[in-house]
């Protein structure tokens, strides 16, 4: 796989909550903060979404917007109002006025994720995407969106399964959007995947973790200078060739920790320690703890 496929993977995303959220005349809600990737699909109307710190944005219908992590926002019928504070529910959820056909209508939720290395994930993106339905539609993730909406207005056998898959893929298609806000800082896997010299890199680099390569072996790889290299790298990347493998090798190795299925001599073996002993002391210095322990703290919270 790809690296932004193998980061994926550890992540393991699931939909979490898929619920309708529908208004009528005027209202405006807000919520705290939470620690999961929130998504909303406008799929009727329009309505008014404000992250905390900035401008009011307007979504109409077929517009997406992906938040990594979901920081404390409002929801509302018209910018400027005030709005109540709420607790987020698993049921489905009407604003405004309780009586008559809604003129607002959404589909909006949480992914869950791998906690472990949920960091991977706000490494990849700024802090939201939005996708316009006149950008969106004319692509996959367009088509995508379609798909979701019309299984929104079904009631076909299957439907929650299909709307929970199709989801899953819409998350993957907004994390390859090319479209994220101009003024973000532009680091993380994404940006080096999109990166043609880079991508070759990166794609070495998982192809073989257990390697220990060097700077001067990946600048091989990239056709390039090794400060040139190193330099384009931690631009694009946020850090050092060296510091990735790191990083990527500890994703690995927890992910392989809380699943439980292999000794530390295969993990280390793995991902390139010549011995459980070498891997467990790389662990402690990076994680504070040592393997044993941090696979039993998973155990003992849930992977989740």
Not at 16 to 27: C, H, L, Q
Not at 129 to 156: N, Q, Y
Not at 266 to 274: F, H, M, Q, S, T
Request: proline share 6%; with cysteine; glycine share 10%.
């Amino acid at each position: 796989m790809d690296p932004l496929s193998d980061t994926i993977a550890l992540l393991r995303p699931s939909t979490a909550i898929a619920k309708p959220i529908t208004g009528r005349g005027r209202w405006g809600v807000r919520y705290a903060a939470h620690d999961a990737p929130g998504f909303t699909i406008i799929l009727r109307g329009e309505c008014w979404i404000t992250l905390e710190g900035k401008e009011p944005v307007k979504f109409q219908k077929g517009d997406f917007l992906l938040l990594p992590s979901t920081p404390a926002f409002s929801l509302s019928s018209h910018p400027g109002l005030k709005c109540e504070l709420r607790e987020p529910v698993n049921a489905a959820v009407r604003h405004g006025d309780q009586e008559g056909e809604p003129d607002f209508v959404s589909l909006g939720g949480t992914f869950r994720i791998e906690q472990v290395n949920a960091p991977l994930l706000l490494a990849l993106l700024p802090g939201f995407i939005h996708i316009p339905a006149s950008e969106g539609r004319t692509g996959r993730l367009g088509r995508v969106i379609e798909l979701v909406v019309d299984e929104c207005a079904s009631d076909d056998p299957g439907k929650e399964m299909i709307l929970q898959r199709l989801l899953e893929v819409l998350l993957v298609e907004a994390l390859r959007w090319r479209r994220i806000d101009p003024d973000a800082v532009a680091t993380g896997v994404l940006d080096g995947m999109r990166d043609p010299v880079l991508a070759r890199v990166l794609r070495a680099m998982h192809a073989d973790v257990r390697t220990g390569w060097t700077v001067s072996d990946l600048a091989g790889i990239a056709g390039m200078s090794r400060s040139a290299f190193a330099a384009r790298f931690a631009d694009v990347l946020g850090c050092g060739p060296a510091e990735y493998l790191m990083r990527w090798r500890m994703a690995l190795a927890k992910d392989a920790l809380i699943r439980g299925a292999k000794g530390l001599d295969r993990i280390a073996d793995e991902i390139g320690y010549e011995s459980a002993s070498a891997f467990s002391t790389a662990f402690r210095k990076r994680l504070g703890c040592s393997p044993g322990r941090f696979a039993r703290s998973c155990a003992g919270n849930g992977s989740q």
